[in-house]
């Protein structure tokens, strides 16, 4: 008897503790939601996108203000907002208890800046991606020469939206030459600008020195790796000896050898 009484002393407990949370949850679910923890992600320090302003976007989007009840929120459709942001690469939104809520994002990270003429320029990114021009310019390769990019009158919105446009020759070479250069730190403090023309390909020019250095192509990874090898060590070999205003030229675009043209 005894035990049959702990069991149903027991049984009752367990269902006044799930009536309770449930009541708990429905008062949370009709509650105000509270503002979201945001939690930013940036790559290399480039700052694109704050709290207050994905917080802006989402009001104007009509999916969260200050009023919204927790049940309201509509997470699925907030988390698909927020990922076609021009700015994120990845976000993941959830809810929490106590009418608390998160937004984890990713910002894109973008390698080079390419300014076609008629233009205002826009980013490509480390996956290859272009993407817009945030307010907050990021410290990366100025990428000129690339008009072609403006072909069959693009507009700009087509322009940052069509993926296909990696296909073309040079934008795939840019794209290997702006990611070595972006993930190396001697190259990064070295260059800042590279441009493209038909005859010669790809040119760099340095930040320091009035030389260019002829690149041409970049057809594969390894390619780009020789070609930036064979520089590096013109640098630490030939200019600290020569001196940076010795060249005017330096061509990488011979096998197992570095051109240079002097005064």
Request: hydrophobic fraction near 40%; glycine fraction near 4%; aromatic fraction near 10%.
């Amino acid at each position: 008897m005894k035990k049959g009484l702990k069991i149903a002393l027991w049984t009752l407990f367990g269902i006044i503790v799930l009536t309770l949370l449930i009541l708990a949850n429905n008062k949370w679910n009709k509650s105000i939601a509270l503002v979201p923890t945001i939690e930013i992600t940036e790559e290399d320090g480039m700052s694109f996108l704050t709290d207050a302003e994905l917080l802006l976007k989402l009001k104007r989007a009509k999916l969260w203000d200050d009023n919204l009840s927790f049940d309201s929120l509509k997470i699925s459709e907030i988390e698909a907002f927020v990922a076609n942001l021009n700015e994120v690469e990845t976000v993941e939104v959830f809810t929490e208890l106590g009418n608390k809520w998160t937004i984890k994002i990713k910002t894109r990270r973008p390698i080079v800046r390419i300014l076609p003429k008629n233009n205002s320029g826009f980013y490509m990114d480390d996956n290859g991606k272009f993407m817009s021009v945030s307010k907050y310019p990021a410290q990366v390769l100025v990428a000129t020469g690339l008009d072609n990019l403006t072909i069959n009158d693009l507009s700009y919105e087509e322009l940052i939206n069509n993926d296909s446009l990696i296909t073309i020759k040079t934008t795939d070479d840019l794209y290997r030459i702006s990611k070595y250069v972006c993930n190396s730190s001697f190259f990064n403090a070295q260059l800042t600008q590279v441009h493209f023309d038909e005859e010669d390909g790809f040119i760099l020019i340095p930040r320091i020195g009035n030389h260019k250095i002829i690149f041409g192509m970049a057809p594969s990874d390894q390619d780009v790796e020789e070609k930036f090898e064979k520089l590096k060590l013109f640098y630490e070999e030939i200019i600290p000896y020569e001196g940076w205003g010795k060249y005017t030229t330096i061509d990488l675009r011979f096998d197992k050898q570095i051109v240079g043209k002097k005064n």
